[in-house]
């Protein structure tokens, strides 16, 4: 289990680039707010990370921006700076492989990384299971799991993550849905920049930051990656209208 003088050693960085078109139900870019600054009960998500990570020791903090940046700046409201840092994805409306690379320096600074999505509402107790979980390398899943094509899937087998797609490609035993939070060691968050660049440089733009993990997944030996299951926490991705409905009937049940 990692200490909490370990902890100060890890670096955060938020994926908070992207346009979010299936909330604004299609309309163009700039008619709606971006994601991380949806308010529920009178603080913003990127608020609530923010809270949740300083509670946890991390204080290293990164958000890769784009759409709509000027707000996100406005929301920090002068915490820029020191350990909370802006990186900007001038390609925000290509796939979110970009946002990834954006973050490089981050990722090869030579410490562990949170990776996270910025459209979600969680628990903090997810984030404690993450950052205290025996794996160097770890997931977090929920086998309570919407069927379809939307979720993505982490896949296991003999207590092994065996696959991590929407739509995945190798046998397994159960699945459940990925949260979007991921606990990278040094080693394998540097060669997830490679992998990010190596798309990027190849132009293969469209793809979403999943793709590289995937990547890792099925080229490492099946150890190296682990899992945490926080089913039954409460936590909700914010993708669709319906979503935010979700989430407010959350709040009540956070910790």
């Given amino acids: ?10 670096r955060a960085l938020i994926l908070a680039a992207g346009v979010g078109l299936r909330l604004g139900n299609g309309r163009p870019t700039g008619a709606h707010l971006p994601k991380a600054l949806l308010r529920f009960g009178g603080r913003s998500l990127l608020e609530r990370h923010l809270d949740i990570l300083r509670c946890a020791q991390i204080r290293d903090v990164t958000i890769v921006v784009g759409y709509r940046e000027e707000e996100i700046r406005a929301e ?77 899937k982490l896949c296991v087998s003999n207590g ?9 490609q190798v046998p397994h035993e159960w699945h459940g849905e990925s949260v979007g ?12 920049a490679r992998r990010a660049k190596h798309h990027v440089e190849a132009g293969r733009t ?6 590289p993990i995937q990547e890792m997944i099925l080229s490492s030996r099946p150890e190296r990656f682990g899992y945490e299951d926080i089913s039954g926490l409460p936590w909700t991705e914010i993708d669709f209208p319906e979503d935010v409905v979700k ?8 910790a």
Avoid: W
Wanted: charged residues 25%.
């Fill in 247 to 254: 989430a407010q009937a959350l709040l009540g049940k956070l």
């Fill in 160 to 168: 092994r993550i065996v696959d991590f797609h929407k739509r995945p």
């Fill in 76 to 152: 920090l409201n002068g915490r820029i700076g020191n350990d909370l840092h802006l990186v900007v994805n001038p390609d925000f409306e290509m796939g979110s492989v970009v946002s990834l690379h954006v973050g490089q320096r981050v990722l090869e600074g030579g410490t562990p990384v949170i990776l996270m999505d910025a459209d979600v509402l969680y628990d903090a107790r997810l984030m404690k299971r993450l950052l205290h979980s025996k794996n160097q390398n770890c997931l977090l899943l929920d086998r309570d799991i919407e069927p379809g094509d939307e979720p993505v």
């Fill in 181 to 192: 939070f991921f606990r990278f060691d040094a080693d394998c968050a540097t060669e997830l």
């Fill in 206 to 211: 469209h793809l979403e930051y999943e793709e």
């Fill in 1 to 10: 289990m990692t200490n909490i003088s370990e902890l100060s050693t890890f």
